[in-house]
């Protein structure tokens, strides 16, 4: 058996059973310790001898690692599938173009209706002025 394979093996055993953080922590933990132990002058089917199986270590790491680490394949598709819908912060297209749209109707109607009320405003405050004044006379 090569690296590759003995990696390869350790993944596929590992996958679906815990959260890719912890397969990619063991992948790298063999590795350097593979490459590690060559430098020394062992050869790499000593090291993997050594080692053993890799779908034994692979149960071990399953057995020891935390439950809230584990994640089952369909678990981390739905994280997945729900992240994305929840995407916060993230709003489409057609929503910011129909908020800018409400808005400018909003701000035009606010406009025009202050346009058209300002003249009846103003006679309606002279009228009250005009009122007052005739009313502190008598």
């Given at each position: 058996?090569?690296?590759?394979?003995?990696?390869?093996?350790?993944?596929?055993?590992?996958?679906?059973?815990?959260?890719?953080?912890?397969?990619?922590?063991?992948?790298?933990?063999?590795?350097?310790?593979?490459?590690?132990?060559?430098?020394?002058?062992?050869?790499?089917?000593?090291?993997?001898?050594?080692?053993?199986?890799?779908?034994?270590?692979?149960?071990?790491?399953?057995?020891?690692?935390?439950?809230?680490?584990?994640?089952?394949?369909?678990?981390?598709?739905?994280?997945?599938?729900?992240?994305?819908?929840?995407?916060p912060g993230v709003w489409p297209?057609?929503?910011?173009?129909?908020?800018?749209?409400?808005?400018?109707?909003?701000?035009?109607?606010?406009?025009?209706?202050?346009?058209?009320?300002?003249?009846?405003?103003?006679?309606?405050?002279?009228?009250?002025?005009?009122?007052?004044?005739?009313?502190?006379?008598?």
């Amino acid at each position: 058996m090569s690296k590759e394979e003995f990696l390869g093996d350790l993944r596929s055993a590992l996958s679906g059973s815990v959260s890719a953080d912890v397969i990619n922590d063991n992948l790298n933990y063999y590795e350097n310790f593979i490459n590690t132990e060559i430098r020394k002058g062992r050869s790499e089917d000593e090291v993997l001898d050594s080692l053993g199986n890799p779908r034994l270590i692979a149960k071990t790491v399953i057995d020891t690692t935390d439950s809230s680490n584990r994640r089952t394949v369909e678990e981390n598709r739905a994280e997945d599938d729900r992240v994305s819908e929840e995407s916060p912060g993230v709003w489409p297209w057609w929503l910011i173009v129909l908020v800018i749209f409400i808005v400018m109707i909003a701000i035009f109607l606010i406009i025009n209706i202050t346009f058209y009320l300002l003249p009846v405003i103003l006679v309606l405050v002279l009228a009250g002025f005009i009122v007052k004044l005739f009313r502190n006379r008598s």
